[in-house]
């Protein structure tokens, strides 16, 4: 193919695409072109934040390459990617609406740490704790609470299934960090924990939402296009 057929093909396509978005209704024009910006500012919140504060947070490593200890663990992971600032916030201000005083902020599948960090900068909570099966993960997450400069949060090496939440109202927040059977163990080994105190679960990209209802949760709250919700047993 010559250079001038290729050039002319590729500004037929060009002609093509442009048609067919003039050709889309405006409000879903102005919708595409709003969620690209929001998208934009989105990015731009986190990296002022992680900047700010001095961390390290980013990256993508898929479930099946995260180093750990905890083999069984390992099939039900998923890939660790950190939550964005908007998506916390938008769940987070949502629990708070329910005017619980929480004791505790409990992030299972923490990563590199970023939700505990984000909560302990713009809620009240006396402790936070990052749970994280992988080993370098948690290390990374110590380095930056060390720059992150507070002395209420802290990290577990831990698997999810079997940690034991503290006593008092938990704010339990999840990131669909794991599959259907460490959220099944985890909540079996907790269940006296819930029915005692007034915790609730965070659960953003929920999935697996259908355990929590078997196991006795009613949800509070359920956001359809980011998949988010919050649960309680009651």
Not at 4 to 32: D, V, Y
Not at 162 to 174: H, Q, T
């Amino acid at each position: 193919m010559s250079m001038a057929h290729h050039t002319e093909s590729t500004r037929i396509q060009l002609q093509g695409r442009i048609a067919t978005w003039l050709r889309r209704p405006l409000a879903h024009k102005l919708r595409s072109l709003s969620n690209k910006a929001a998208g934009g500012v989105s990015w731009m919140e986190d990296q002022l934040f992680e900047k700010w504060h001095g961390l390290d947070c980013g990256g993508f490593i898929d479930g099946h390459e995260l180093e750990t200890s905890y083999s069984s663990a390992r099939a039900h992971s998923r890939a660790y990617q950190a939550v964005t600032c908007v998506a916390m916030r938008a769940l987070l201000n949502e629990a708070m609406k329910t005017g619980i005083v929480f004791d505790h902020f409990i992030d299972l599948g923490s990563g590199k740490g970023k939700a505990c960090f984000y909560a302990a900068a713009n809620y009240r909570f006396r402790r936070l704790v990052g749970v994280e099966f992988s080993e370098p993960l948690v290390q990374a997450a110590d380095r930056n609470v060390r720059k992150f400069g507070a002395d209420n949060i802290c990290f577990v090496n831990a698997d999810a299934a079997s940690f034991s939440l503290p006593a008092g109202n938990n704010l339990v927040y999840l990131f669909n960090p794991f599959g259907e059977a460490i959220l099944l163990e985890f909540l079996k080994n907790n269940m006296d924990k819930f029915r005692r105190s007034q915790s609730i679960i965070a659960y953003a990209n929920d999935k697996h939402r259908l355990c929590l209802a078997k196991a006795g949760f009613v949800t509070l709250f359920r956001n359809q296009d980011s998949q988010s919700s919050l649960h309680q047993y009651l």
